[in-house]
């Protein structure tokens, strides 16, 4: 499907200038795009790249000065970051494949699936579930007794949801992500460790989407919840009883120790550990590979290191730690004329 420069205007709230003869195809980088793309210029100092670029429509900022070529339309808009999300979804991609229900599928007789579900092959739908209206469940991906998914939802393939886990509407799991496996639980007892069981649960609100190879343990009793519109990366771990609030975003390689809570709004970046039976405030920013040790109980707080410091805090004392072999050196110095002085 092709978009006039007009209509995609009013799809992002946008002004239109210059040539509006191309009709539209594809969202591209300014590299590789053509006559039939549409590129977003999300920041000023890669306004030369417009001088090169092929694209047939350009996205850029209300507050831009720049004028659009012979050849080049322009759509300005407010926020340009926005618009591009808006345009991703225009030219979403097409999941037609999961709209059938292979014949290769396994669905139990007590199960109940809405009739408008796609189902891919190998799947198993097992015992007492329920999937509704609209969702879309790829191929090879195990649902377990008694799990409720909910309406719109997209499991890409291979996911694995354990028995009881309990999934709102239009979640986004994908492939090999684990919903409900037990958590890391031991007592050691003489000379072994001996397993606790896991008899929780898992909740995923509305609104969810969970990367690639990230696990959510199941709960020792009660849930552990990930709350609605909450984003979570690729290889994340989530473990057992831990609390996660609304539209908190977590990048690649965070862990999340046992019965901890974050709150909403969070954003955490990549290989952030959490250690276990902590709160973290609302609306905290915790900078890559940052180490939470303890309670962060001040909100919108910026945070950064190992253990955690105030983010400025942090940059103040690491540029004082850069100059440290420097600094022992002129003290070295500074002995040794003392010692001279003494002598």
């Not at 030219?91 to 579900?117: M, N, R, Y």
């Not at 919840?225 to 057992?240: E, P, W």
Request: include cysteine; proline fraction near 2%; glycine fraction near 10%.
């Amino acid at each position: 499907m092709t978009w006039s420069p007009e209509q995609i205007a009013n799809a992002i709230d946008g002004t239109v200038s210059g040539n509006q003869s191309n009709r539209i195809s594809k969202i591209s980088g300014f590299e590789s795009a053509d006559e039939q793309s549409i590129s977003c210029l999300f920041r000023q100092s890669y306004s030369h790249q417009l001088l090169t670029t092929k694209a047939g429509v350009i996205v850029l900022s209300q507050d831009s000065q720049e004028q659009p070529h012979k050849h080049q339309c322009f759509i300005k808009v407010k926020n340009v970051l926005l618009a591009m999300q808006q345009l991703s979804s225009l030219f979403g991609k097409d999941d037609s494949s999961f709209a059938q229900v292979s014949t290769q599928t396994e669905i139990a007789p007590t199960a109940d699936v809405h009739a408008s579900v796609g189902l891919g092959a190998f799947s198993i739908i097992s015992e007492n579930a329920q999937v509704g209206e609209g969702t879309t469940i790829g191929s090879q991906v195990y649902v377990g007794p008694n799990v409720s998914i909910g309406k719109h939802c997209k499991l890409y393939p291979g996911v694995k949801i354990y028995a009881n886990s309990h999934i709102g509407d239009y979640v986004i799991i994908h492939s090999n992500a684990v919903i409900g496996a037990d958590g890391f639980g031991y007592v050691f007892n003489q000379d072994q460790f001996d397993k606790i069981e896991h008899l929780g649960t898992v909740i995923i609100e509305d609104n969810v989407e969970i990367g690639s190879n990230t696990v959510i343990d199941r709960a020792v009793f009660d849930s552990t919840i990930i709350r609605q519109g909450t984003k979570l990366d690729n290889l994340i771990q989530v473990a057992h009883n831990v609390e996660i609030g609304k539209h908190t975003m977590i990048a690649a390689q965070a862990g999340i120790s046992g019965s901890s809570s974050v709150g909403s709004y969070v954003q955490m970046g990549g290989q952030v550990g959490v250690v276990g039976h902590i709160d973290i405030a609302d609306g905290s920013q915790i900078q890559a590979q940052s180490g939470i040790a303890s309670s962060i109980t001040e909100k919108n707080k910026k945070w950064y290191g190992y253990p955690i410091l105030p983010y400025r805090a942090y940059l103040r004392s690491y540029a004082l730690f850069k100059k440290l072999p420097e600094l022992f050196k002129q003290l070295k110095d500074i002995r040794k004329d003392l010692d001279k002085l003494k002598d």
